[in-house]
């Protein structure tokens, strides 16, 4: 199995665009410790012929740009002027840096799109995404626990987990942590192989670490180091929790709450720009890699 980290921040990108956060100053300033990230995605795919994008971030074009296995084929029969190897999209959720993207792939091309009950009608519902007409990008709901083919030769299973509305959707008569498959998470795997895809989650319990436990790889949120950092920023007035976010350190922290699992590849991916472990160097970094995870630059491309 091939996967590409498209982007690896969170929403906003490394920098945000209007943040003076200590870690974005060092990315406008072009520290080679605080590479540029844009807003994650990723990519799949077991043949490298046909690839299942796992959420379409706000910079989708800027990645496809970056990744040439996602780039038109050079000729293929039957296709005219159109091609892409981009034949599925599963959305995690209705994050504005998960679905946005989906615009940029208006142009004529076929593609499924899969997400859960909740997240399609959320697209269905706002008319500017009738730019991807169902004939031509068919909607195809999730049922969390049932596994799905997609692209590439993967199977993907979805499951729920705690988090939290879309932030457009807060204050709309919703409740905050929305209904059951709000927010998901994916298994991904093929026939040896097992990776847990976690973008947003707002607390680790049992179910999930038995759901993590032996995956080959993990990928998951690392929104914010603690809890409290934009609150000490002065960044925002909302905890990590508040944001439907647990945070890579404390007590209740990932790197605790899954320290004694058996994973192949821990990968933090969702990085807030404020967060210090995004920046080469820091005693953050250097304590989430003592703690095995890694903290990733777009463009890596992992072989399983």
Known sequence: MRI????????????????????????WQGDPAAPQRTQASIAVSRDGAAWTLINASPDLRAQIMANPALWPAQAWPGEGLRHSPIADVVLTGGEID???????????????LH?????????DANPIFGALPAERVPRRPIALDVPFEVAGGVTVTAFD?????????EGAGNDLTGRKGTTIGLEITDDTRRVVFVPGCAAIDEALRRRIDGADLLLFDGTLWQDDEMILLGASAKTGYRMGHVSMSGPDGTMARLADLSIGR????????????????TSQRAAATAAGWHVPVDGEEIHL
């Not at 945000?16 to 060092?26: D, E, G, V």
């Open 98 to 112: 998960f679905i946005t993207g989906l615009l940029s792939l208006r142009e004529g091309h076929r593609f499924a």
């Open 161 to 169: 987990v705690a988090g939290k509305v879309p932030l457009y959707l």
């Open 266 to 281: 821990r990968i933090f991916i969702h990085i807030n720009t404020t967060n210090p472990a995004l920046v080469d160097g």
């Open 4 to 27: 590409l980290l498209l982007g690896t921040a969170a929403g906003g990108g490394f920098p945000q665009w209007n943040c003076r956060a200590p870690t974005s100053l060092k990315a």
């Open 115 to 123: 997400g859960t009950a909740e997240t399609l009608g959320t697209i």
